[in-house]
């Protein structure tokens, strides 16, 4: 836990203090008589903190390592092939693993050379549209990919890697460009950045997809490292008093202000009135705060 982090339990509280309430005659007045006002707090709380993860972004990162296909790869086609009935499609290479994909209905046999052509696999495939598949052998040496199936079955970048990988899911793709998909928490991008032995830099030729994946040229090599603002994580019943808001404790004060103006009684309108206002005037002025830069430095003093 952070010291400097409000807490959900905390915020609940603050809100029950708002509208007046928390206590009576001096006695904090139980929880069960306040039941209808805790029991809305966390779906409202829930709502309030998404809503400020737009206002005041919260940050985050994930990396993720592309190897030098160059020094792994055996053998590649991205072309797309049309398989036509009696006329089977092969393609072979030495290698330990393999990747294709293919759309429509056919079957791919994968087979290796140990003293003869041996079948390690044979795939019944139908898919609408183009699906991955991939695979490794137990030995690395001569593989052959053998395609054939009714018109229209297509096959494309095919492969033949020269390394054996530990499991088929650890068998890289091989396709024109590479995709990185967003995590579950994405909210917008902040900038993603190429680590690589020589150095740092923001990735030429990066594009998007569409609004949660990410395209870079087939060449890149090295570490992306993508940083990008999230959702909060969500509240729900369930989550424990113990929760922190992921903003400063400045910030997450608006959640019970604001939250206290939604649930306060219909009688005191005025109060949830005036709590609106200070919600949206402390807003402005702690997102000005934030976007400020630190002074320049003009003077130097020493230490004593």
């Known amino acids: ?160 890697w020269k390394t054996i990988f530990p499991t088929d899911e650890d068998v890289p793709e091989c396709r024109p460009c590479l995709r990185v998909e967003m995590p579950a928490d994405w909210l917008r991008i902040d900038q993603p950045v190429l680590e690589t032995d020589a150095g740092c830099g923001q990735p030429a030729g990066l594009r998007w997809e569409n609004e949660r994946t990410l395209i870079l040229p087939a060449g890149f090599s090295g570490q992306l490292c993508v940083h990008y603002f999230r959702q909060p994580e969500r509240i729900t019943d369930a989550t424990a008093d113990s929760y922190e808001f992921p903003f400063s404790r400045a910030v997450a004060g608006l959640i019970p202000i604001k939250a206290a103006a939604l649930i306060i009684p219909t009688e005191k309108q005025a109060l949830s009135t005036r709590l609106l206002q200070l919600f949206e005037s402390e807003s402005s002025r702690l997102q000005a705060l934030e976007n400020t830069p630190p002074a320049e430095i003009g003077v130097v003093y020493p230490i004593p």
């Not at 001096?26 to 707090?41: C, E, F, L, W």
């Not at 206002?55 to 030098?68: I, L, T």
Request: proline share 4%; hydrophobic share 45%.
């Open 1 to 160: 836990m952070c010291a400097d982090r409000m807490t959900l339990g905390e915020s609940r509280s603050l809100m029950l203090k708002l509208i007046d309430e928390y206590s009576a005659d001096g006695s904090v007045i139980a929880a069960a008589d306040n039941y209808d006002y805790i029991a809305k707090y966390n779906a409202i709380a829930d709502l309030v903190q998404a809503e400020l993860a737009h206002r005041f972004p919260v940050p985050a990162s994930f990396r993720v390592s592309f190897p030098d296909r160059s020094a792994l790869l055996a053998a590649s086609d991205a072309q797309t092939r049309s398989v036509l009935p009696g006329q089977p499609e092969s393609f072979s290479a030495e290698g330990g693993s393999w990747f294709f994909e293919a759309d429509g209905a056919g079957s791919a046999m994968v087979e290796q050379y140990v003293n003869d052509w041996t079948t390690l696999a044979e795939l019944d495939l139908n898919s609408n549209g183009f699906a991955a598949y991939r695979g490794t052998a137990a030995l690395t040496g001569p593989l052959r990919l053998s395609f054939q199936g009714a018109y229209p079955f297509r096959v494309r970048n095919l492969a033949i």
